[in-house]
T-cell receptor, first 116, second 113 residues
Framework: AQTVTQSQPEMSVQEAETVTLSCTYD???????LFWYKQPPSRQMILVIR??????QNATENRFSVNFQKAAKSFSLKISDSQLGDAAMYFC?????????????FGKGTLLTVNP | DAGVIQSPRHEVTEMGQEVTLRCKPI?????LFWYRQTMMRGLELLIY????????DSGMPEDRFSAKMPNASFSTLKIQPSEPRDSAVYFC???????????FGDGTRLSIL
């Protein structure tokens, strides 16, 4: 079974600094998709960034970027110039490419605190 | 464009009562997902539909839970009878297909007294 592991239950960062959240996954598939979602205290689940496994290039969305290491099955999220509004729970998620299975497998999340 | 719309946003009811949660997916999305989130168990997939057909309901905890999708623009998740351990935030999400991100509604916070 596919698993997604986020080894850091909590992280903190100073405003304007950079922080990296870790995510590893276990799969035997070669084609899949990876996502980071953000859940602020308002409880909305917001897509942060998406990566296709067959693309070598790391995805970037403004201050958010990923370090995708396919061989190591690692998918970390880097937040640059952290802002108070970045404080949230961050979830890493994996989606396979087989059959009609569109399910996301989520990690347990990393709670990010941003200190002013 | 409107996102995924869930109702109600909050529901408080007594155990034994029937609870119905509603979801309107994003227009044009053909996959719909129901999740439950608790502190203890995190985010759990309960069931998902593709083109209105249930594909995987292995996450539905027991027979008290049922879900329907009568058409492409509406789905319900029903709990009958409800129990205090069903208290959680229930999310609905929709997606346009494989590899397309799932878009979540704002969730329903359910409290069973």
């Amino acid at each position: 079974a596919q698993t997604v592991t986020q080894s850091q239950p909590e992280m903190s960062v100073q405003e304007a600094e950079t922080v990296t959240l870790s995510c590893t996954y276990d799969t035997s598939e070669s084609d899949y998709y990876l996502f980071w979602y953000k859940q602020p205290p308002s409880r909305q689940m917001i897509l942060v960034i998406r990566q296709e496994a067959y693309k070598q290039q790391n995805a970037t969305e403004n201050r958010f970027s990923v370090n995708f290491q396919k061989a190591a099955k690692s998918f970390s999220l880097k937040i640059s110039d952290s802002q108070l509004g970045d404080a949230a729970m961050y979830f890493c998620a994996w989606e396979g490419s087989g059959g009609s299975n569109y399910k996301l497998t989520f990690g347990k999340g990393t709670l990010l605190t941003v200190n002013p | 464009d409107a996102g995924v719309i869930q109702s109600p946003r909050h529901e408080v009811t007594e155990m034994g009562q029937e609870v119905t949660l509603r979801c309107k997916p994003i227009s044009g999305h053909n996959s719909l997902f129901w999740y439950r989130q608790t502190m203890m168990r995190g985010l759990e997939l309960l069931i998902y539909f593709n083109n209105n057909v249930p594909i995987d309901d292995s996450g539905m905890p027991e027979d008290r839970f049922s879900a329907k999708m009568p058409n492409a623009s509406f789905s319900t998740l029903k709990i009958q009878p409800s129990e205090p351990r069903d208290s959680a935030v229930y999310f609905c999400a929709s997606s346009g297909g494989r590899g397309r991100a799932q878009h979540f509604g704002d969730g329903t916070r359910l409290s069973i007294l």
